[in-house]
Nanobody
Framework: QVQLVESGGGLVQAGVSLRLSCAASGRTSSRYAMGWFRQAPGNEREFVAAISASGGTTMYAESVKGRFTISRDNAKNTLYLQMNSLKPEDTAVYYC?????????????????????WGQGTQVTVSS
């Protein structure tokens, strides 16, 4: 069993930065890939970024590429999402999740059903 708790969300103006954190508990959490998703009101949950278990492979949605950076500290069992140059369209509830495999790539890691455990989410609101 893995439990995930997100933090770091808030209300910010466009152009600023935020860093989200996701604290994971469970002995095997560092053995699996992890990801960030987001969901705006009325929309489906969408992929934002993913990282392999080792941290050596990352991938991003086109909408955030170049602005967001996913990273992890396995010693601290913590996943991060550094969000720079925030835009109003980034407004959503952000969720972290643990996948059911160690690796991510074109074949795995972008879909909701690739992930088994989910956090409760943290709200990010970007005003124009």
């Amino acid at each position: 069993q893995v439990q995930l708790v997100e933090s770091g969300g808030g209300l910010v103006q466009a152009g600023v930065s935020l860093r989200l954190s996701c604290a994971a508990s469970g002995r095997t959490s560092s053995r699996y890939a992890m990801g960030w998703f987001r969901q705006a009101p009325g929309n489906e949950r969408e992929f934002v970024a993913a990282i392999s278990a080792s941290g050596g492979t990352t991938m991003y949605a086109e909408s955030v590429k170049g602005r967001f950076t996913i990273s992890r500290d396995n010693a601290k069992n913590t996943l991060y999402l550094q969000m720079n140059s925030l835009k109003p369209e980034d407004t959503a509830v952000y969720y972290c999740a643990t996948a059911m495999a160690a690796a991510v790539g074109s074949w795995f890691g972008r879909r909701v059903h690739d992930y088994r455990y989910w956090g409760q989410g943290t709200q990010v609101t970007v005003s124009s």
